[in-house]
């Protein structure tokens, strides 16, 4: 399947995937002001970027083949699609107990306290299709989506 | 307003030529004929025609045409002349009244050899001593200039329609094995009569239609070399080019049509190694002699006749045997103008050259390829 | 006690407030420090004395919430001591240094490219449509015979050795060092893709770039730097560079702080250690000396590569190029006073030299009355802004041209002349990894690239309306340019008419 690869040696550290992310993931898809002071609450960004000068990236989650997430996840809000191979995670029965943040081996999934305890994640911008958001707006060339080489 | 010469002038035309190639000679009412019937490519501004074999009896001295403003000029040349050449003859050449033909200067011909002694002092061979005669005049005085220079052959030319023009210096009274001619359609009106074709120098002469886009490329690249573009024509700078190559560096004819109409890269490329090879040496060595623009033109000389066309073919020209004639022209109606029934006729394609070689040629000086003897006239 | 700066910002940064989001894009991006999150407030706050106006974070930021202007304060007025005048006293007086800069001269002298207007074909001549007949850019570069000696349709003997470019454009000389690795392989990856050369500058090459060794050309420059056998012999051609347009007459200097392992390495000296070029190479002092030194690399290359000197236009450019060409050149490059650097003294970049237009006619005058122009090819540069001024360059006699300055704003430069403080925002005229990794370099090959490209199409076209098919039929054409607005003695020297002649 196609993933986010992520090139370091070219990340800028300069976090437009995360306001694109936060943007692609409000409800006002495509409007970057709006999305920031009208949306409440305001979405949490899906990619981390990491940083330890120089060294930075972005990260998200890598959908694994065998995902720890979705074996853990004690209510079946976590699944992994069959058809595209991406991991979702069904906000309306997720129940906030982290387990799923607890076994990530990548730390990808992230808590979500604004309303009800949710945990969230990449979704490789399935609803919108095509190139996530965050791959298309890197500046640098730095995130990469493509087949597995 | 500025004289042709002052200013450089663009100028349509139509060409024509004739050759016999066993060098049998033949009266200049063909040539005539066969350029008066493209009358409407020129505008009656300038024409001209080059003869060769007219004058065997003077054919070991150069034939100086000259256009003189004036007596006091020309007295003042004859002087210059005796100084640096033996004089076999000198006399006006014979010309016709006629209506169409106004505002003549003072023509005259010299048979000359260069004197030995100044040669020696110069240390120059003949050939180049009669060059810079000629740049000397052509360039330094007023009121003279020198529009033929070669053996054995003339150029005859003046401001008129072409076919006016050879009535006015009695063409038919002549007898050549090889005619090259001109109309031209100059874009302004300068009216003088240095500016009308052929353009010569020694024996070669250009006949040429076309706008040379490359002209100050070449003319820049040719002045490091000696030559004085005076006229500021197209023509000129063909003539020198040719000259150059040919005689200063002795190239072969088809090394010398390669460098002035030169096949593309794509081309080259798709050549064998030692074709590569020596296609690309010529283009980067001669690049300055490419010649670019829309050209088709008539290069004659002692030894015979080239017709060449720009790469990409803008000017037309179209060539035909029969027996030992050959022809070259602009538009097919003046080939069959005087020939009714060719052989073979056929367009060159752009870059192509045509090649006739006189087969009774002297031993000449000029290194030809024995290929190139082959394929004589039929290119 | 330490002195209080007198001098005020140049710049003044608007942000706007209803776009603002506060995603601290410009923070993370200015390595300046400008930019500020301040937690507290949960605002950001700009700081704009740093500010060079660079347009990192204008470029960057996502809702297009700054704007970066002329700070409006302003000095009273006063025609004579200008604001930049006084600055600049403000500066040294604090610093008692020589003022530094990046770049090219910007002083508004005369632009000469502006001056002169190219012809086009109507009627006499046809133009030729490029899109539909062939149009060739091809140009060799290297010392051309006077003549071919062709037998039995063979040459007799080999043409010397040439540079074969697809067009006639170059990188001109960038150092590793005054510029990242990763400006460096964008610039060799587009050089090798659209068939033209790059410049290694005093910089040596780095390993990674040995693989773009038919495409480069090695600099041996006086301070000798990373110059070995191998290196030598890595490139296509050897450049010996006697002078740079920004700063002509004096060498280089790279600071310690720029030398870090891999330029340490490439260069070949110490670690942290200054990178000084003399002023003069130490074993030139003379034309002869030069010819020494071009026979030497001929000879340490087996004669295989064309050697090209590169000086500053001066005065006596003529002069000194018709001695190059004598000494064994078989390029000259002339570099004109609007010619960029990594850092070069103000007043030396501004003050010293004469325009390219100048210098390029005189030279090309000149070796044609010395009937040598043959013998070498003549690459101009220092300032070469768009595919007209190259057209212009080739009809005044160029060969082929060096672009630095628009190949580095094609890979992201912004102008703000600060190259020689290393701070690049844009990843180009900086060592700090963080920086660098900022320009990807196949997004920068790409543009490189493109830039060539378009350049190429606008300069085939120009042709095309010319009525010429051949880049060979525009070399030294001067008949194909008209001066607007220039004097005589501008028009004589530049040896063309005037428009309407």
Known sequence: MKRVYVREEYCAGCGLCQVHCITAHSEYKGDIIKAYKKSFPRPLARVIVEEKRPLSFSLQCRHCEEAECVKACITGAMQKDPATGIVIN?????????????????????????????????????????????????PNGALEYREER | MLREGQIRIPSGCAISGIMNKKGRVFGGGDIINSIAVMHDRSNGLGGGFAAYGIYPEFKEEYAFHFFFDHTTIKNEIEALLK??????????????????????????????????????????????????????????IDGAYIFSSGKN??????????????????????????????????????????????????????????????????????????????????????????????????????????????????????????????????????????????????????????????????????????????????????????????????????????????????????????????????? | MSLKSYVTPSFLIERNKERCIKCKVCVQQCANEVHRYDEEDDEIISEEHQCVNCQRCVTLCPTGALTIRKNPNELRQNSNWTAEAVRAIYIQAETGGILLTGMGNDRPYPVYWDNILLNASQVTNPSIDPLREPMELKTHLGRKPDSLSIKEGKLQKKLPPQLELELPIMFSAMSFGSISLNAIKSLAEAAKQEGTYFNTGEGGLHRDLYQYGENTIVQVASGRFGVHADYLQAGAAIEIKIGQGAKPGIGGHLPGEKVEREVSETRMIPEGTDAISPAPHHDIYSIEDLRQLIYSLKEATNYEKPVSVKIAAVHNVAAIASGIARAGADIIAIDGYRGGTGAAPLRIRDNVGIPIEFALAAVDTRLRQEAIRNQVSLVVGGSIRNSADIVKAIALGADAVYIASSALL???????????????????????PQLAKRLNPELGAQRARNLLRAWKHEIQEMLGGMGINAIESLRGNRLMLRGIGLTEKELQILGIKNAGE
């Open chain 2, 153 to 379: 052959m003339g150029a005859f030319k003046g401001v008129g329609y072409p076919e006016d023009i050879g009535e006015f210096y009695r063409l038919e009274e002549y007898s050549g094995y090889l005619w090259t001619a001109h109309g031209r359609f100059p874009t302004n009106t300068p009216g003088w009569w240095g500016g009308a074709h052929p353009f010569t120098l020694l024996d070669c002469s250009v006949v040429h239609n076309g706008e040379i886009s490359s002209y100050d490329a070449n003319r820049r690249q040719l002045e490091m070399y000696g030559y004085k573009c005076v006229l500021q024509t197209d023509t000129e700078v063909v003539a020198y080019i040719f000259d150059y190559l040919m005689r200063r560096q002795g190239l072969p004819l088809d090394v010398i049509v390669k460098a002035m109409a030169s096949p593309f890269w794509h081309e080259i490329d798709r050549m064998n190694k030692k074709e590569k090879e020596i296609l690309r040496a010529i283009r980067v060595v001669y690049g300055g002699f490419l010649v670019n623009g829309p050209f088709s033109i008539l290069i004659g000389t002692n030894q015979g006749m080239i017709a060449l066309n720009d790469r990409i073919k803008l000017r037309p020209s179209i060539a035909a045997t029969k027996g030992d004639y050959l022809y070259v022209a602009s538009e097919e109606a003046a080939i069959r103008q005087v020939c009714s029934k060719p052989e073979h006729m056929w367009m060159p394609r752009g870059g192509e050259p045509v090649i006739g070689l006189l087969e009774a040629s002297q031993p000449t000086r000029v290194p030809v390829r024995t290929e190139q003897e082959k394929i004589a006239i039929n290119s």
């Open chain 1, 90 to 138: 069904d906000t309306a029965r997720c129940i906030g107990c982290w387990t799923c943040v607890l076994v990530c081996p990548y730390g990808a999934v992230r808590r979500d306290e604004t309303l009800h305890k949710v945990a969230v994640k990449c979704d490789m911008c399935a609803e919108a299709g095509g190139v996530p958001l965050c791959v298309e707006n890197c």
């Open chain 3, 410 to 432: 094609a890979l992201g430069c912004h102008m703000c002349q600060k190259c020689y403080t290393g701070k690049c925002n844009w990843g180009i005229a900086t060592q700090d």
């Open chain 2, 83 to 140: 100084k640096n050449f033996i004089i076999a003859s000198g006399e006006a050449i014979p010309i016709r009244k006629s209506k169409s033909i106004k505002d003549a200067p003072l023509i005259w011909r010299y048979f000359v050899r260069p004197k030995h002694r100044v040669l020696v002092k110069q240390e120059v061979d003949e050939e180049e001593f009669v060059v810079r005669f000629v740049m000397r005049v052509n360039s330094e």
